[in-house]
């Protein structure tokens, strides 16, 4: 390089990273989040999914249909397993296996109240995240 060329490249170099620095950090690196996003996206889908199918276990079960309370509890834990570790989520699944157990011995009042529970601990937003 010559001496006259030297400060157009310094300052043109110092735009470019100037520039670089600037506009980076809106930018997500990996597209529109990453895989992180895609995972806490399909467990919030998951979670909700089971509180959708413990609402209906709810509903079977104060209609006193033991059998559609225990086809919804069981879909419903399905998805509660599939929505990641929250203490809500794990509480939903709790309070879900206990409506099954409750629900097999055919005590529909009592696996009624525990699938509310589930419904009251899966609707719950993440504090931890």
Request: hydrophobic share 40%; aromatic share 2%; no cysteine.
């Amino acid at each position: 390089m010559t001496r006259d060329t030297m400060p157009r490249t310094v300052a043109l170099a110092s735009m470019l990273v100037l520039v670089t620095a600037t506009v980076l950090p809106l930018q997500p690196v990996f597209g529109e989040g990453g895989a992180r996003r895609d995972v806490i996206r399909a467990e919030e889908q998951h979670r909700q999914e089971a509180v959708t199918l413990a609402t209906e276990a709810v509903d079977h079960g104060r209609q006193g249909h033991v059998s559609a309370l225990l086809t919804s509890a069981e879909a419903a834990l399905q998805s509660a397993l599939k929505a990641g570790e929250a203490p809500h989520v794990d509480a939903g699944i709790r309070e879900l296996k206990q409506a099954i157990e409750h629900g097999k011995a055919g005590h529909a009042d009592v696996a009624t109240k525990h699938a509310e529970q589930a419904v009251t601990h899966l609707s719950e937003k993440y504090r931890s995240r």
